[in-house]
Structures are given as C-alpha cells and as structure tokens.
C-alpha cells in the first residue's frame, strides 16, 4: 500500500476551485473538513501529496491537516476498494448478531477490519449505528443499506458486486 | 423594524401554495403515498414507488397522485403504504412488496373488491370497521374513567351485535382538557368523520349508537373543537394502534408530507409560527414563552432551553450564532434521522425563530455524514426556504435576515458535545474544552453561540402557535411534552415512539413496542446510548422523564432504547459500549482515555472466565473516579453502563466469575458444547462442519467433541438436526 501511497495527485482544477472560493468567505479555515471530504469523495483516501497541496492553498499548518485527518474516522490515510462494506455493530444490530455477519464477511473475503482485498475490490469497515435500528442487523455498502442480513446472505451480497 | 403586516405576507404567500397544491389535485385526487427514507427504502420502498408509478401510468388514470414522504417511524412494518381516497378512511398497508402493490392497486385502488384486509398495517384487523372510537387515554390525569367508559361502550356495543363493526380503542392524552380551559374527560377521537366527542356520559352512550353509528347523524351536542398544529397526524394515523398510543408533536409531519415540498409544510401551517413571532414578538417575549413551555434540551443534557436562549441573548457580542447539534451518535438513536429525513422544514423554521431571539445571522447544522439522505433532504429545504423568502435578506419584509450553512461531521462520537462541536465547525480536530466559558457567552470563534438538538428545535414550532401553557399541561412536573424513543432491539415493534413524558417504561415497550420478541422473556432494557444504563424488571413500572430515569440509575439521553431478553448476557452488553467509548475517546484528558481502556481490560478478562472477585471492586472504583475526573460528557457517563448492570445484574458478573459460566450463553470463551449420547443418531454432520475437526465419532455411533480442540464457533450447534447438542 505504501507504494501507491507516493503516487504523486495534484488538486484538480474543481478542488482548486472551491478552496478559492472557501477562502472569499469568512472563517475559511472553517472549511478544511469540507476540502478533505472532497478530496476523499474523488479518490477514495486522502493522498498524502493532496493533504499538503491543501495546507499551502489554505493557509493552514500542514501538522493541522494532519491533525484533522487522523482524528475523524471517516478519513482514511490509504487507498481503499472500490466498494466498502461498513457492517453495522450498533447496539441494536449487535444484539441482533452482526458479529456473526461480520465474521462471514471476513471469512468470505479474507480480510480483517480496515482491510481491502487484494484486487481491491472491497474494504471491510465496522461503522457505528448507520441509524436503520429497526432493521438490524444492517450491512451498508457504499451508500445502499441492506436490511435484516444474515451469515448465509453474505456471500451472495458479495457476489453482486463481484459481477458488476 | 416595522414588523405589521408579516403575517398578512405570510398568508399571501400560504395562498399560493394552496393554490399550488389545488392544480397538483393535493386535495381531491386519490393519493398513493410511499414512505422515503433510509429505511425505507432499504426495505424495499423505491421498488414499491416504481411499481405504482408504472400501474398509475399502465391505467391511464390522471385522478391518482403518487406521493412520497418520509417515514413514519414504524420500522418494522416498512414499507409502508398509504391509500387516501376522498371521503373515504385511510387504509395504510404494512411491509409492501412490489407484487403486493399490485394487489393494492387493483383490488383497492382501482376498487375492484376494495381494500386488501389482510395487508393492513399490523393485521390487528380482518376487517374495516364502520366507526373507530379511540378514547383520551394515558398520561391524562382522567385515564380511569375513559377506561371505564370505553368498557361500558364496548359491552353495549356487543349487546346490539355492533362489536364487530366497531372498534373501540385508547389513545394517548391529546391535551384536549388543556386546549378547553375545562376538562372535557372523558374524551374520544371518531373515524371516519374524523371529530371530538367530550364529557360523554354512560348515559350518551345509547344516542351515539343510535344516531351516530346507525344513522349516520353526529351527536353534535357532544362535539368539542381542538385545533391543535399536531393534528393532522392523527387524522392520518390514529386509527393504527401503533400511532394511536403515541402523541406526536415533533414527529407530527413525518409520514405525512412530501419532505422535498415546501407547500405542503406551508399547507400544515409551516413557517407560521416564525410569522407570528416576527410579528407579534420580541426576544424577550420568546424566551418567556419558551420558559413558560418548560422546554428542556432533548439531547440528553436536559437543560433548560429557555434559560440557553436568554443566556445567549444577553451575552454580550456583535455577532452570534444558533447551531444545529444533529450529530446523532448513539448507537441505537434515530429520531433526529427521521425527522430530518421527514419534516427538515420543521427544523429551519426552529433555528428561524431562535436565530431571531439571539439575532443571529447565521446558523449552523451540524450533521453527521453517515446520513446522506438527510443532507441530501436539508440541502433541498434550505435551498427552497431561500428561494421561498424565508431564509435570506429581510425575512417576510421584518427587517430581519437569516441563513443556515450545513457542516457535516466526519464520524467522531465525541463531536456531540458542545465543545467539540464547535472545534469541530472551525475546521479543527473535535476535542471538547473545559466549561465555563459556555458556548452560550463564548462559542464559535469566539461568539455567543446557542447549541440545540434537533428535535429540540422541532419542539420550538409547536410551543409558538399551540401556546407555550399547553406544551406545559403535557408532561410531568418537572419534564415537559413529549419525548421521541427510538425502540430497538428484541421487541416486536421497533421504531420511533413519541409520548408524553411520564409514560412508564412498561407501557412504551410492552403497549407501543408489543412486547419481546418470540415471547422470550425481558430482562432489561438499556436507555440513554453508551452514556446511560441498564434498567431490570423492577424498573418497568417507571415512569420516564430527566428525574426519574437518574434516580433509577440511567439517563434519558437522547431516546435510545434497546430491549434486551433473556439471551443478552449482561456482562457482554457492558463491555460493548464500553468498547464504543473507548474507541470514541478523544484522547484529551486522562481519566477517560486511560480509565474506559483499563475498565475494558477487565471486563475482557471477567468475559473469558479469568477474572476474579476483586476486579468487582476495581470497576466500581474506576468507574466513579472517571465520572467525577472526565472532562467532558463523554467520559462523565462512559461508566454508566458498567456499574447499571453492577448494581442491577451483579450476580450474573459473579457467575462468570466464580462458576465461569455464561448464563445467557453469549460469552464465547465461557461456552461449552457437549453431544447428548442419548439424542445423538450419528449422521456425521457436525463432524463434517467443525472447522477444527475436533469432534471424533464413527457413522451410526455417537460422537464426542473435544473440549480441548474445541474453538466454540457453534457450528455444530447450528448443523445438529436432532437438536443433540447443548450448548452449556
């Protein structure tokens, strides 16, 4: 992973311009999250060229994109797979057993938590509550949710995706 | 500011949503409606709305309008769809397929055998009743006798062979005696007609038969008028026993209107309650009102709204913000999802009228970004409350200008708190600050800033056009209106439940939720997310609101309820909200950042049958030490739901301790699977699944596991056809 991680990204054009018209608004710091967000929305993961490219154009301490990057869950410092599978391990799904969910997803795709298969196909990511408690246990791949999965739904969820 | 005629303006303007809706034929075609939502639609629901869609356009029929709105909370029964016919009951069918939809469209829609019975919403029913009496009922200070009354009706019912034509039900308290001045107990709701019967005596009862069941005529004698904003609601929803048991003032739009139409939240008298307050008020007027509503945050703090308002309000600073906290972390938690998924307008018309309060120029929603269908719903609402006129320059012409920025969160748990929050807004790593200062005197950048909770702020629209002195006759002393739970968990109705405050635990899980799963036994029920605390059988009896969920030993927090039965292992549920905070731990202070890791070390050890009498102790110790030392809420409560269960379930953290067993079966490394010599046939299918091959035995003769070998995966526990295998 640390090889891809020194491809070298620059900001593209779009990016560039909304960090300019970030900075024509009041308290542009502000917007750091937002920037980070967006660059992860395009390339999946934070590249660490793109964090500095950020912290020049902003105005802010590279340390403090660092900072920021490492604190909030939601980004990640490597590339990811196309797809990410967040299993639910909320209260409600937990009782429910998505850890049972969970382990047929690690045993299907060999990877642990925080993983990406090796055809970077998937990332496997335990979430918090994704807030469908209703449904438990609930598995959420990219932005669909799947209602009341079981261990034996898994592999054919995976193969879906695997065939798209 | 010349604030006369904003309201004039205001119903200029309601006039041409009106008339917006008259040529969509809103209110006089027949009306599909389609539940929207995250959970909706992953069950299902956009294939439902895509069926209709294709069968409205097949018939060629232009007298039908499909309609979506968002969900209405009853998740179990999702999807949920509603047929609306003119002049007719509402007939609302429950876990909707597309090839049901069918079903619905011909035989109903299409009237050609009329509605399909059995599909009904919670198939309490086999039929449709002729009328539907449902009588004021719980948290009303009159329950007995409306209990009593809708008894003696029933049996009269049944004597003139109408019991099955007729169905008589109990409701909530709708604070109807409230609204009269007088009290009107007992009390009813009439489908279809859709009207209030009040002081009926036993002795009416014969006329209502008589003149309004037979013959059709009301008893117009009996009738009271309650204009309430909540109303339609229950127009809509009250003749299903889930919706009937709940009172729903900030849920009052979900399930009802069309969340991307700003009309139809005009048309249900949105945006009215800011055009008075700018009409008729001013910020002092609107804290009094919100004081005398005796609003407190629904966040889980509790704090008294009124007195943020006027904290903010007086502190000085040119300029000030009102914030949104919409970063619904607990896990279990989903009110603040569902409402900004359904009614977001509700929402912008809150911050409207506090923004005003404080005069503030802009406001913030903070929302989590694990929710994209809300941000996607807020972003259309703002959007269209701009182009609208009531967001933006010179508001309603009061003089007064106002808009709302959406921040979305980046899944850190601690950025609920206030502190945090506004670190994280500023673009900064969300750690929490110690308090004082408040945010209410120093906030983002520096400024005043006044922080409430979603469904806080949902509240606020009701308190302004219903009266703050009517808000405060629902609810007990001390804790004021209603309270939105987000029940989950081994219950049979999960979903969303608004009630008036001091409801008891028993009735909200075993009257509004149906009771557990399976017929299994209850064992607890956990309230409040990771901050808050188990709560055994003894507890049911209950009554929730702030005060007496503390002094039991838990939290309201923000409404989560989970209902544990018989197979949680109370040990285990600890453990996993401790996991949670730990990992949710910001790291700033030590107590918290070391203690809940020292704490979960324990439990760990005390869950894989190593742990030992003194570690009881310990946790305790530990568990007070960082309530009293944390920095923020997160830390102050992490304990909480460790030493509940010490104090409710201590015997079940000692049985894994000195006998090292699981009583609930949970504690994988506590486990032991033996085969029953006596129900074993020999078919060989365990020892085909185990992974570890650790169970020896030939064809036809019993088999044995080793105990040493064995991982306690349960396979073969799953496998067994012959139930030979006990899971000890």
Known sequence: MDVSNKEKFTLSSELIEYIDSCKQQAHFKSFLINVLQRIQDIHGYLPQCLMEETALRLGVPTAKVYGVATFYHMFRLEPQGKHTINICLGTACYVKGAQRVLDAFKSHLNIDIDETTEDLMFTLKAARCVGTCGLAPVVMIDNDVYAKVTPEDVLTIITKYRQS | MNTKGILQRYFEFKEQSLSRLRQQGYFDRCKIQVGSATCENASGAEAVYREFDKMIKASGRTDILLHKTGCTGHCSSEPIVGVFKPGEIPVKYGEVTAQKAFEIFTSHVQGHSGPVVDMILDKKTDRLYRNEFIFCGRGSQCEGANDKLAAVFQEKLNQRGLGDQVKIGSGVCLGLCAEQGTPVSPACFVFPERIFYGNIQESDLDEIIDSHIEKRQLVSRLEVSFDKIHNHF???????????HQLRLTLKNCGVIDPESIDEYIYYRGFEAAAKVFENDTAETIIDKILKSGLRGRGGGGYPTGFKWRNTYLAKGDEKFIVCNADEGDPGAFMDRSMLEGDPFSIIEGMLIGGFTINAKKGYIYIRAEYPLAIKRLENAITLAREFGFLGDNILGSGYSFDIELRLGAGAFVCGEETALIHSIEGLRGMPRPRPPYPSVSGLWGCPTMINNVETLANVPVIMLDGPQWFASIGTQNSKGTKVFALAGKINQTGLVEVPMGTTLRDIIFKNGGGIKNNKKFKAVQTGG?????????????????????????????????????????????????????????????????????????????????????????????????????????GQTAPNPVLSTLRHFRDEYVEHITNKRCPAHRCQNLLRYNINPDKCVGCTACARVCPVRCISGSPKKVHEIDQQKCIKCGMCYETCKFDAIDKL
Do not use: W
């Not at chain 2, 229950?234 to 009937?244: K, R």
């Not at chain 2, 050890?605 to 310990?618: N, Y």
């Open chain 2, 530 to 634: 990771p901050s808050g605390g188990c709560l055994p059988e003894q507890f049911l009896d209950t009554i929730v609101d702030y005060d007496s969920l503390t002094q039991a030993g838990s939290i309201m927090g923000s409404g989560g309820m989970i209902v544990l039965d018989e197979d949680d292992c109370m040990v285990d549920i600890a453990k996993f909200f401790l996991d949670f905070t730990q990992n949710e731990s910001c790291g700033k202070c030590t107590p918290c950042r070391e203690g809940t890791m020292r704490m979960l070390e324990i439990l760990q050890r005390i869950t894989e049958g190593k742990g030992t009498m003194d570690d009881l102790t310990k946790l305790e110790r530990l568990g007070n030490l960082i309530k009293r030392a944390s920095l923020c809420g997160l």
């Open chain 2, 234 to 244: 229950f127009d809509h929803y009250g003749d299903v026993e889930y919706f009937n």
